[in-house]
């Protein structure tokens, strides 16, 4: 089948263009990727802080009852109200940076609940009259720090569940990357293929031709219409050969 030279310059280009759209596709998806790991990698992050802040937290929970028994002063009260507050407030960031999974949902509300009820423990204290001294309170006190150790055990576990997601993620990032680095050395090599095999179709069914009529030109010129042109390239340049021949 025979193809016109504007056919070929016209599919030249086209192969060009499908090559150019393939890398800005790949680019595309790159950076569209690489946007949601950057996010998750935030998010990861300020869930391993949370989890530090918590256990930071736990440790000051215990003080207000504790400053209660030993001095009596109702501001103690006023500390742990702020205490509650902001407990409330982590855990609300820790269910938005922790992954939905159900053992990380199991672990955040098993987490929770015992903070909650390491609250109440402390709140029954630090309402308790007259504390100085008070050996029913001391054993609530003692009874509330062994609670807490328990408490501190779940929140290694959430620590932990967030470190392991970070593993995860990390030897996610590492498997796109090294993904990413393939294909696009895939395509660069492709692409160079393509250029190199183009440039090579167009030489041997464009330049050359030409050339070939170019000097044949000349040497009709100068008088030897004996002169024959071998041109089979199946386009307007093989007509103009047979004309050149007429």
Do not use: C
Not at 30 to 51: F, N, P, Q, W
Not at 162 to 191: A, C, G, Q, W, Y
């Amino acid at each position: 089948m025979k193809i016109g030279i504007s056919k070929k310059i016209i599919g030249a280009q086209g192969i060009g263009l499908v090559l150019f759209l393939l890398l800005a596709i790949f680019s595309y998806l790159s950076l569209t990727s690489y946007s949601s790991i950057h996010k998750r990698m935030d998010e990861v992050a300020l869930g391993i802080e949370l989890a530090a802040d918590l256990q930071n937290l736990l440790q000051k929970i215990l003080m207000p009852p504790n400053d209660y028994l030993i001095t009596g002063d109702i501001k103690e009260r006023r500390n742990l109200a702020n205490l509650i507050t902001e407990t409330a407030s982590i855990f609300e960031k820790v269910r938005l940076s922790t992954k939905k999974t159900k053992e990380g949902m199991a672990v955040i509300e098993e987490v929770e609940k015992g903070f909650i009820e390491l609250q109440q423990k402390a709140m029954v204290i630090i309402s308790t009259e007259k504390p100085v001294g008070n050996k029913e309170a001391a054993a609530l006190m003692k009874e509330m720090d062994a609670f807490g150790e328990g408490v501190e055990k779940e929140v290694e576990k959430l620590h932990d569940l967030v470190r392991l997601e970070m593993e995860d993620h990390n030897k996610r990032v590492h498997e796109i990357n090294s993904r990413t680095f393939n294909v696009f050395i895939s395509l660069i090599f492709i692409s160079l293929s393509g250029m190199i095999l183009l440039g090579f179709l167009v030489r041997r069914k464009v330049v050359m031709p030409l050339l070939e009529l170019t000097n044949a030109a000349m040497v009709i010129g100068k008088g030897n219409l004996d002169h024959r042109i071998e041109i089979k390239t199946g386009d307007e340049i093989e007509g103009l050969g047979r004309g050149f021949n007429n």
